[in-house]
């Protein structure tokens, strides 16, 4: 039976980071607003299966790593550790539950009304919501906007079966260390879980159809990636095609072609696939509402986040440009301002990257391809952690800071780090690169000693050629 509720001056479709964030903005803006989402516990993929889980388990692996095998350098002898899988997994979950929960207690902080169920886009101004019992409720919206977010793609020929075929959320919940773990795709998400098992105990091989991995980042700081995830164990195949992934009484076998044109036949008990993610719209009633896509099943938004549809909005993984959470969160800020008469934009050219790795990766602006691609006269300092004091006395000494500035202008163009504490470093040069600072303004101001971010500091030092500790 449909019954219809209340109506509100914006309903937001979706719990995830774009949409929780601008449901709470838009109730700070004095907008009736009422969140929709389908899933038991709110904050989407990144506070329950994505962002936040990883990062739990990156810490967790890591500092069981150091304890295996980075003590005896500090004198530390402690002996070899042992792993209990079901805590750590226990410790993410609390993690996880901390953080959803905390996103409701956002919401009755600022009056957002939580609706659990499907949403449904009927028409302008008209969501269903099918809660959990299959109960409908039609609820009325001056204004919608959708925040559904991504989920993982498949691959054709190897469907997601959840035990031994699987993305991401089941990556981050096996029950036991695999032995071998096979994963297709060497981006963010191929890169981060085989971080995790590979220190924990598994032989990582990783399979990947470009000749570099992430890519789309500066090629120069890929090789260094690479090179230093090949220490630590990793083994890649670049330049790949994967062909056949089969499913064997123990485990599974991938099949394919090497960069070379010889043949590739792994067998593993596990296979990660992560080859990237696509917008999610499933029932969403979407395209039949009238919503324009593109070729890619992505929304498509104006400068005021507005679908072609009056009054419906669309922001996040759903609408085109980096999949990452503060992307939709700015969004979902902008979008939600613009609806109250605000002139907020989201600025595309400081949104930083991080891989969270060891050591991590981290980048804003535009890489030295980018720039050479483009055309634009560009100079670089780079700076390496095994020069600075304070990555020394961490026995963190790989990576380097990699800075790019106009030719001309000196205005920073990219900033890359590959190194300890990256993903914090990063911030620097995105308020850097918010303020239209230039590499000179990197390098003049003040930075504590000994700290990482003097790599900072050195490198864009080094792009007027007056580094000084290097
Ligand atoms: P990705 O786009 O980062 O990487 C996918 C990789 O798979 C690419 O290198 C691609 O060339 C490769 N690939 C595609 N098809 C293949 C095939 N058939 N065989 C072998 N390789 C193939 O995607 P992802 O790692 O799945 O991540 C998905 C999204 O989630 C990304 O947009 C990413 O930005 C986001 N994410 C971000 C973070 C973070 O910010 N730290 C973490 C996880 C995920």
């Known amino acids: 039976m449909t019954t219809s509720s209340s109506s509100f001056d914006l309903v937001v479709i ?20 009422a969140c929709v989402e389908k899933s038991p516990s709110l904050g989407g993929t990144c506070l329950n299966v994505g962002c936040i889980p990883s990062k739990a388990l990156l810490e967790t692996s890591h500092l069981y790593h150091t304890v295996a095998h980075g003590l005896d350098t500090h004198g530390i002898k402690a002996g070899s550790p042992s792993l209990d899988v079901a805590q750590m997994l226990a410790r993410k979950d609390r993690i996880v539950g901390e953080l959803t929960r905390g996103v409701g207690v956002l919401f009755k902080k600022n009056k957002v009304t939580h609706l659990p169920g499907a949403a449904r886009l009927v028409k302008p101004g008209e969501v269903e919501v099918t809660a959990a019992d299959g109960g409908k409720t ?13 989920e993982p ?36 998400i191929g890169l981060e879980l085989g971080s995790v098992w590979l220190r924990l105990g598994a032989k990582v ?78 029932g969403l009633g979407a395209q039949e509402a009238g919503v324009a ?39 979902g800020v902008a979008a939600v301002e613009r609806m109250a008469g605000h002139a907020s934009r989201v600025n595309y050219e400081a949104i930083p990257s991080v891989v969270y790795t060891h050591p991590e990766i981290a980048w804003v602006g535009r890489g030295e391809e980018t720039l050479k691609a483009a055309g634009v006269a560009y100079k670089a300092g780079s700076y390496p952690f095994m020069a600075n004091g304070r990555a020394k ?35 620097e040069a995105v308020v850097a690169m918010e303020f239209e600072g230039s590499a000179e303004d990197l390098a003049l101001a003040c930075h504590a000693h000994p700290t990482l971010s003097e790599a900072m500091k050195e490198a864009a030092l080094g792009v007027a050629g007056r580094a000084v500790h290097a």
């Not at 929780?20 to 607003?33: D, E, F, H, K």
């Not at 030719?407 to 300890?420: F, I």
């Open 393 to 427: 006395t961490m026995e963190s000494t790989e990576g380097q800071v990699k800075v790019l500035a106009d030719a001309q202008t000196d205005r920073l163009l990219g900033v890359l780090v590959m190194g300890p504490g990256a993903s914090e470093l990063i911030a």
């Open 153 to 188: 793609t498949p691959l054709p020929f190897a469907p997601f079966d959840g035990e031994r075929i699987v993305g991401s959320t089941e990556a981050l919940s096996f029950s036991q260390v695999p032995r071998h773990l096979i994963v297709i795709g060497a981006g963010v």
């Open 205 to 282: 091989t990783v399979v990947e159809m470009l000749p570099s991995l992430l890519a789309g980042v500066d090629a120069g700081m890929a090789r260094l990636a690479q090179r230093a995830f090949t220490k630590q164990g990793f083994t890649f195949h670049l330049g790949a095609k994967v062909e056949k992934v089969e499913k064997t009484a123990q485990g599974v076998v991938v099949r394919g072609t090497g960069a070379k044109g010889e043949t590739l036949e792994l067998e593993g008990d596990r296979v990660l696939v992560a080859v990237g993610r696509r917008p999610y719209t499933a």
């Open 138 to 150: 039609i609820v009325g919206a001056k204004r919608i906007l959708i925040a559904t977010g991504s």
């Open 293 to 331: 896509l593109d070729p890619r099943g992505r929304i498509v938004v104006d400068e005021n986040f507005q679908t072609n549809l009056p009054g419906v909005f669309a922001v996040g993984d759903v609408i085109a440009g980096p999949m990452l959470a503060h992307k939709a969160m700015e969004e």
């Open 14 to 33: 979706g719990g995830g980071p774009g949409g929780y964030v601008a449901a709470i903005r838009a109730a700070q803006l004095g907008m009736n607003t």
